[in-house]
């Protein structure tokens, strides 16, 4: 009588067991993040942001924050700006702070990439461009037929910057909170996208003042460390893997959601924001 229970009980949870969805990744989709892309940073309130760095992709600006990584020159800054259903800004909020050598706040523009070439496009063209899609290696980009760029997604990194001709250092950094804030593409550069601990910028009060630039210094979050995982020691480095796009489960995973099943609406489309691969811990 146990046997049979027991076997009864073992078959109706193999039924109950859902099928594996096509858009469901496999362990090979999983690829390492390496460690001088991660950038690490400690708050003030015991929280971690972690940023991952798109090198290929800005490579100036990315040589420029591992620089001022490695210079520590962030330690001691804050998080000094958060305006309501926009960006989240960290970095010196008395701007008097010289940056170290080799650093320079006009490297070459890289408010482009050098090319268009979306593992997975997008079915629907935006109102910020005629095609958008996912990288192989999980950004999200968009072009005019003409140029090509990463795009300002919820979570991305951008680099704050004055008046053109400058781009800005790296030294300064946002990333938009409450929404995506792609107006912005073409004219910042986008150096990265926050891949833990996002809850910890987009959650911060916001500021009345005018930008959303906290009026006093003690409305501003503290950064106490700010390192670059390949700097850490071995024992204490965060490892992370993010889902590529260059196999037919994440297309599968980007149809669904530009076609979701009834009862939900269809409005066949989705926008690129919609679609960033996962990123997760290495198991």
């Known amino acids: 009588m146990i046997s049979l229970a027991l076997a009864t009980l073992f078959a109706a949870a193999v039924q109950a067991t859902p099928a594996p969805s096509p858009a469901d990744p496999i362990d090979a989709d999983w690829r390492a993040i390496p460690d001088d892309e991660l950038l690490v940073i400690t708050l003030g309130n015991g929280k971690r ?17 591992r620089t001022l990584a ?6 001691g800054a804050s998080v000094y700006r958060v305006q309501e259903n926009w960006v989240a800004q960290w970095g010196d909020a008395t701007e008097k702070k010289p940056l170290p050598a080799g650093v320079t706040d006009r490297p070459a523009a890289e408010f482009d990439i050098p ?25 999200p980009v968009a072009t005019d037929g003409k140029a090509a760029w990463l795009t300002h997604c919820y ?27 792609r107006r912005l593409d073409r004219n910042y550069t986008v150096v990265g996208r926050i891949v833990e601990g996002m809850q910890y910028f987009s959650g911060l009060p916001r500021s009345d003042a005018p930008l959303g630039v906290y009026a006093t210094e003690g409305e501003r979050l503290p950064i106490v460390t700010v390192r670059l995982a390949s700097d850490m020691p071995a024992t204490e480095r965060p490892h992370y893997q993010y889902r590529a796009a ?6 599968a995973a980007v149809r669904r959601r530009e076609n ?5 609406v269809s409005l066949g ?4 924001c919609d679609v960033l691969p996962a990123v997760r811990k290495a198991p």
């Open 269 to 272: 489309g989705a926008a690129v």
């Open 246 to 251: 260059d196999n037919p489960r994440f297309a």
């Open 115 to 139: 090319a268009f070439a979306p593992a997975v496009r997008m079915t629907r063209a935006d109102p910020y461009s005629t095609a958008s899609g996912i990288t192989a290696e999980g950004w």
């Open 70 to 75: 490695k210079t520590r020159w962030w330690d």
């Open 260 to 264: 979701p099943e009834a009862p939900t």
């Open 155 to 181: 979570g991305m990194v951008g680099v704050a910057r004055d008046a053109l001709p400058s781009t800005g250092s790296g030294a300064e950094l946002f990333t938009p909170i409450g929404q995506s804030a």
């Open 49 to 65: 942001v972690v940023v991952r760095l798109a090198a290929a992709l800005a490579p100036q600006h990315v040589a420029n924050i």
